[in-house]
């Protein structure tokens, strides 16, 4: 896969006791979705710190999130389910949100918080 250095920022950053949520950015195709997949690869093959080793990659599809949520507070139930399914497994699970820009204001509607800020807090805790 490539991306040997990314892969190992990336680890570094997780194995953080704070301020340990890592943020790809860059242009559509150039291997963002990669370095997760090799994180994910190094933690099968057990070559990461003993921090990492019962982690699990969970991917947030946002669009699958919010296909069919007609209802009012829809999506906010389905995301607030997820989150505490992520809350439950007590730090195990790592959480990869492609296009995370689209979390901004998605599901947000006339008396509802929006994605970005129902995930804030547990951004905040790590």
Not at 12 to 22: F, H
Not at 69 to 83: I, P, W
Request: net charge neutral; charged share 35%.
């Amino acid at each position: 896969i490539g991306r040997d250095e990314e892969i190992r920022n990336t680890i570094r950053i997780l194995s953080r006791k704070t301020k340990n949520n890592p943020v790809l950015i860059g242009e559509p195709g150039v291997g963002k979705t990669a370095i997760v997949e090799g994180l994910a690869q190094r933690i099968v093959k057990k070559d990461v710190p003993e921090s990492l080793l019962d982690k699990t990659i969970f991917e947030l599809d946002l669009s699958a999130l919010v296909a069919g949520a007609k209802y009012r507070g829809e999506f906010e139930e389905r995301l607030k389910a997820v989150l505490k399914e992520i809350k439950d497994a007590d730090g195990r699970i790592i959480l990869f949100i492609d296009e995370l820009h689209m979390l901004v204001g998605a599901g947000k509607t006339d008396g509802a918080m929006d994605a970005g800020n129902m995930l804030k807090p547990m951004l905040a805790r790590g």
